[in-house]
């Protein structure tokens, strides 16, 4: 049976070149980086080393960058200190933001009594700026933006300048879940006011299990999890130097060759979406996922004509041909609610029918999408 990876939305394959990296350092650098020790210091140079990596892709200074071990646990960190710690008593977000901050904002909503207010959303599932400045108009609390730069599930694009302006022109803070953007966007963060951003290694061919908070240094947060001073007091726990210096090497080599994969992906991607429209009429590709000025070029969310009763058993025969995507988000393939994404944006009708999400790296090829539509096209016949 053919098996083909089209989910790197939801984690993607490691590089080889990580792989290595990564055996290398559990081989010779097992010393914990907090003792003094010769094996220790060897253990801390490499951990800095690969700070200042990371750092210098972001062009900010390595100590704003906090180790962690994903997006969730840093995007936790972040909007649950700017309550506690730097006075915030209200978040503006969106409804199609990852769970990792809505259910966080709605537990500081429980625990904290701060207010939440969500953004307008066009019919593309793209943030009202209008309406957004609006909200910004209310001074009566200390406000944290935060918004998304690329939707996980629809793809669409947050304009991250113009929207750190905004926060700048009212005095807000603004915090961006960039987990689906590190890697795969050039990010100028002494460009791009923001105060807070969040990555994940295992969205840019690094291991699962390694992240990293932005934090600016003008915003002192607190920690989430309490111990040892590792990250500067500000992460307790021994820090998992393989998967950080694996996290280093697969972000340097995504920005060594980001035009030349971007240009692979571009060219998988708008082949996938013209064979499928060819094959299957009545396809709608949702959010704005076919339009590469609107959306990330990594992502194509499909909604397929077909009965609801049909749509269930897809996944099951897609996985069952060796075809590997989602219908939305990894982290909640466990819930039996659908996408709190499309249920934002689709129309009643649209939300009957199956919806797919398709993601592609520098790994897929056209004979891939070939045999995944050859599948599709003959499911879809199928009475």
Same mark, same amino acid.
């Given at each position: 049976?053919? $098996?083909?990876?089209?989910?790197?939305?939801?984690?993607?394959?490691?590089?080889?070149?990580?792989?290595?990296? =990564?055996?290398?350092?559990?081989? #010779?650098?097992?010393?914990?980086?907090?003792?003094?020790?010769?094996?220790?210091?060897?253990? &801390?140079?490499?951990?800095?080393?690969?700070?200042?990596?990371?750092?210098?892709?972001? &062009?900010?200074?390595?100590?704003?960058?906090?180790? #962690?071990?994903?997006?969730?646990?840093?995007?936790?960190?972040?909007?649950?200190?700017?309550?506690?710690?730097?006075?915030?008593?209200?978040?503006? #977000?969106?409804?199609?933001?990852?769970?990792? !901050?809505?259910?966080?904002?709605?537990?500081?909503?429980? #625990?904290?009594?701060?207010?939440?207010?969500?953004?307008?959303?066009?019919?593309?599932?793209?943030?009202?700026?209008?309406?957004?400045?609006?909200?910004? /108009?209310?001074?009566?609390?200390?406000?944290?933006?935060?918004?998304?730069?690329?939707? *996980?599930?629809?793809?669409?694009?947050?304009?991250?300048? %113009?929207?750190?302006?905004?926060?700048?022109?009212?005095?807000?803070?603004?915090?961006? +879940?960039?987990?689906?953007?590190?890697?795969?966007?050039?990010?100028?963060?002494?460009?791009?006011?923001?105060?807070? @951003?969040?990555?994940?290694?295992?969205?840019?061919?690094?291991?699962?299990?390694?992240?990293?908070?932005?934090?600016?240094?003008?915003?002192? !947060?607190?920690?989430?999890?309490?111990?040892?001073?590792?990250?500067?007091?500000? %992460?307790?726990?021994?820090?998992?130097?393989?998967?950080?210096?694996?996290?280093?090497?697969?972000?340097?080599?995504?920005? /060594?060759?980001?035009?030349?994969?971007?240009?692979?992906? =571009?060219?998988?991607?708008?082949?996938?979406?013209?064979?499928?429209?060819? @094959?299957?009429?009545?396809?709608?590709?949702?959010?704005?996922?076919? +339009?590469?000025? $609107?959306?990330?070029?990594?992502?194509?969310?499909?909604?397929?004509?077909?009965?609801?009763?049909?749509?269930?058993?897809?996944?099951?025969?897609?996985?069952? *041909?060796?075809?590997?995507?989602? %219908?939305?988000?990894?982290? /909640?393939?466990?819930?039996?609610?659908?996408?709190?994404?499309?249920?934002?944006?689709?129309?009643?009708? +649209?939300?009957?029918?199956?919806?797919? %999400?398709?993601?592609?790296?520098?790994?897929?090829?056209?004979?891939?999408?070939?045999?995944?539509?050859?599948?599709?096209?003959?499911?879809?016949?199928? +009475?």
């Amino acid at each position: 049976m053919k $098996k083909v990876y089209f989910d790197s939305a939801a984690t993607t394959q490691l590089r080889s070149e990580v792989i290595r990296s =990564i055996t290398e350092v559990l081989k #010779t650098e097992y010393g914990n980086p907090s003792s003094t020790h010769s094996y220790g210091r060897s253990s &801390k140079s490499l951990l800095e080393n690969a700070r200042k990596e990371i750092s210098a892709h972001l &062009k900010v200074s390595a100590s704003e960058i906090i180790f #962690t071990s994903g997006g969730t646990e840093a995007d936790n960190l972040i909007l649950n200190s700017c309550v506690r710690d730097l006075g915030v008593t209200r978040i503006i #977000t969106s409804k199609i933001e990852h769970h990792a !901050v809505l259910y966080t904002v709605n537990e500081l909503v429980r #625990t904290h009594q701060i207010e939440a207010a969500y953004v307008k959303l066009d019919a593309f599932g793209r943030v009202d700026y209008d309406h957004l400045e609006t909200l910004l /108009q209310d001074k009566t609390h200390k406000t944290l933006v935060s918004l998304m730069h690329v939707n *996980n599930e629809i793809g669409c694009l947050l304009d991250l300048k %113009r929207t750190a302006l905004l926060c700048k022109q009212y005095d807000a803070l603004f915090h961006s +879940d960039t987990v689906q953007s590190v890697g795969h966007y050039e990010l100028d963060f002494s460009d791009i006011p923001i105060d807070f @951003a969040t990555a994940a290694a295992h969205k840019f061919h690094g291991p699962k299990g390694a992240g990293f908070a932005f934090v600016r240094k003008s915003n002192r !947060v607190q920690p989430l999890i309490f111990g040892g001073e590792q990250e500067r007091g500000l %992460r307790a726990g021994t820090e998992a130097v393989y998967a950080i210096a694996g996290m280093a090497e697969a972000l340097k080599i995504a920005y /060594q060759n980001l035009e030349s994969e971007r240009a692979h992906i =571009i060219e998988v991607k708008e082949y996938f979406k013209n064979q499928i429209s060819e @094959a299957i009429p009545g396809v709608k590709f949702n959010g704005a996922c076919d +339009d590469a000025s $609107k959306s990330t070029y990594t992502v194509l969310n499909i909604c397929f004509p077909m009965s609801p009763e049909k749509g269930l058993m897809l996944l099951f025969h897609l996985d069952l *041909n060796g075809i590997a995507c989602s %219908r939305g988000s990894a982290c /909640q393939s466990g819930s039996s609610k659908g996408s709190h994404v499309l249920n934002e944006i689709l129309s009643e009708e +649209d939300l009957q029918k199956p919806s797919v %999400r398709f993601s592609f790296s520098m790994f897929n090829t056209k004979e891939e999408v070939d045999y995944v539509v050859a599948f599709l096209k003959d499911f879809v016949k199928e +009475d």
